[in-house]
């Protein structure tokens, strides 16, 4: 056995002594890192290339990655039954994402991010309208408390900013994929819904991008392909981080990325977070923390009666 297998069992060995939760926590903190360094990135470029444009070459970049898992199963692996919810999801997935690259490049990039985490207040009323979950006040409550922290952050100056808006709205279509999503996983293999949200957001966005397309430079597309592998691996920490633990232990760790964006927007932006944007943020954040602990919670609840129900 060489040195570099020896360090790699040896490291292995470490890791598995780690309890569950923490291990989750780790994945998640590592996943808000590289989230904040992908928004560092379409920030960084935006100051050069329109939202537009970031956003299709973006989805390109999506399509590559997916496409040598689609050679590997076959062609064949794309046939579904369910286009038409394949082509709506992109539509609102690419509206989501295209809304936050604006956001983050006319926002201070912890305003933005903060902005993005009212997604859980959005699929409340989204559970409501399309899954027919009930919803008991106290939920109701606490969405009604984060949606008073985004008053409080997006009248910061007085007055309501365009940008500000523009980051509800991605957030909103955002909360609404994960509906799509609920339904396509149904029947759709990851690979596939992957594919085709690559395939018809790249398309989508080609045309408001082929109004402000900018030709860029080797040096900018080697940053936004790093900046995609960055945002892929956000997503598979994510993954990694709520397979390996509980959802209320983990979901804590994701608003790091409030303090990495801050960090990154002070760092190379010389931003300054204002005293409404910390006030803001730390009602949504509170609001949002609620509600995956109460559903955590019911979810427990209901479990618990049909365990009993079970036992011999």
């Known amino acids: 056995m060489n040195f570099a297998a020896s360090q790699r069992l040896r490291w292995l060995g470490i890791w598995e002594t780690i309890p569950a939760n923490a291990q989750g926590a780790l994945w998640m903190l590592l996943g808000g890192f590289c989230f904040s360094i992908m928004s560092l990135v379409i920030k960084y470029l935006g100051q050069e290339l329109d939202s537009f444009q970031l956003g299709f070459i973006r989805a390109v970049f999506g399509v590559i990655v997916v496409l040598p898992f689609v050679f590997k199963r076959g062609i064949g692996s794309l046939r579904t039954k369910v286009f038409k919810l394949h082509f709506f999801r992109a539509v609102v997935g690419i509206s989501g994402m295209l809304s936050i690259f604006y956001a983050v490049t006319h926002l201070p ?38 949606f008073l922290g985004v008053l409080v952050m997006v009248q910061a100056d007085g007055e309501f900013s365009h940008a500000s808006f523009v980051a509800l709205f991605g957030a909103f279509m955002v909360a609404l994929v994960s509906v799509f999503l609920k ?59 709520f397979s390996v633990a509980e959802a ?65």
């Not at 997604?119 to 939920?139: K, N």
């Open 183 to 241: 339904k396509l996983s149904r029947t759709e293999d990851p690979i596939t819904m992957m594919f085709y949200f690559g395939v018809i957001g790249a398309s989508i966005a080609f045309v408001p991008a082929l109004f402000v397309w900018q030709t860029p430079t080797w040096q900018q597309l080697a940053i936004l392909g790093g900046g995609a592998l960055f945002g892929s691996g956000a997503n598979y920490c994510a993954i990694r981080a």
């Open 248 to 312: 209320t232990a983990v979901a804590p760790f994701d608003y790091m990325r409030l303090v990495f964006s801050g960090l990154f927007g002070f760092l190379v932006f010389s931003e300054i977070p204002t005293l409404w944007m910390l006030t803001g943020a730390s009602i949504i954040v509170a609001s949002s923390l609620y509600i995956v602990r109460r559903e955590a919670g019911l979810k427990k609840a209901q479990k618990q009666p049909l365990e009993q129900s079970v036992e011999p």
């Open 109 to 146: 990039l912890a305003d933005a991010v903060a902005l993005t985490f009212t997604r859980p207040l959005f699929l409340i009323l989204l559970a409501v309208l399309f899954l027919g979950e009930i919803i008991r006040w106290r939920r109701w409550l606490a969405t009604g408390v984060g």
